[in-house]
């Protein structure tokens, strides 16, 4: 039987790599996403490859909505095997005036929806032995710019909730790492109808001591190799991947 795969806003952007990724690897996937033009596509996309997906339009923060995808889950690909909780949405707005729904839509989506979700898996996964979770964190849970609280306090709480899940998930052969992106473009990652080609300036490029800006697949990748077995001793971890940017010190001239 094939490994399955379960990403969470998995039809555009990192997410959509991320599932391709898997399913290059020999991977049937499971996809939750809101946007079912994309998710179209990308079953679309996926079957042209010769893969197997299983798409289920619905939102993260409906805890009915999580309970319905795993089921069907379950029913039709018979496993999970690794978890991706990469579903994320952002509100900015000045510390001051912004409304305390939109502070808990983005926990909401981001943090209790990524447990939610995380909750269901393991409860599979401790029935096979085996399994691997993956929190889509952020370097914004260590650095922040202004009016950015919801999403930062989201991915800072991603970060405690890895090393916390590792710890009571390790007995059931279940490992949970976090993986922060730093700037990554998904501009080239959109369904058909906002699809752009991205542009980026020298300085743009020079932020980053590796001399460009991140990809969708810098991350597809380093979640591939965190659900391999090669990966077996690493838990409880955060990988940061940003080239080298939030080590780059800066001075105002």
């Not at 997906?53 to 939102?59: H, N, R, V």
């Not at 018979?78 to 991706?84: P, S, T, Y």
């Not at 993986?179 to 991205?198: C, F, H, M, T, Y």
Request: with cysteine; charged share 25%.
């Amino acid at each position: 039987m094939r490994k399955v795969a379960a990403v969470t806003g998995g039809a555009q952007g990192i997410g959509k790599a991320v599932a391709l990724e898997f399913i290059k690897a020999g991977y049937e996937v499971s996809v939750l996403d809101t946007d079912q033009e994309a998710g179209d596509e990308l079953v679309a996309e996926i079957r042209e490859l010769g893969g197997k997906i299983l798409f289920f339009p619905a939102d993260v923060s409906r805890e009915t909505d999580i309970e319905q995808w795993f089921k069907a889950m379950l029913e039709e690909l018979g496993r999970v095997d690794v978890l991706v909780n990469n579903a994320g949405i952002g509100i900015h707005g000045s510390m001051l005036d912004l409304p305390l729904a939109s502070f808990d839509r983005v926990i909401g989506v981001n943090l209790r929806g990524a447990f939610a979700c995380s909750q269901h898996a393991a409860r599979a996964m401790k029935r096979q032995g085996s399994g691997v979770i993956i929190h889509m964190a952020s370097t914004r849970g260590l650095m922040s710019e202004a009016d950015t609280e919801s999403y930062a306090a989201s991915k800072g709480g991603l970060l405690a909730l890895t090393h916390a899940m590792a710890v009571s998930l390790g007995p059931y052969g279940i490992r949970v790492n976090a993986i922060s992106p730093g700037w990554i473009e998904v501009g080239d990652w959109q369904k058909a109808s906002k699809r752009r080609n991205p542009v980026h300036t020298e300085r743009d490029r020079l932020q980053h001591p590796v001399g460009r800006v991140g990809t969708p697949e810098d991350i597809a990748a380093a979640c591939l190799y965190l659900a391999d077995d090669r990966a077996g001793f690493i838990t409880g971890q955060n990988l940061v991947i940003d080239g080298g940017m939030t080590v780059k010190m800066i001075y105002e001239e």
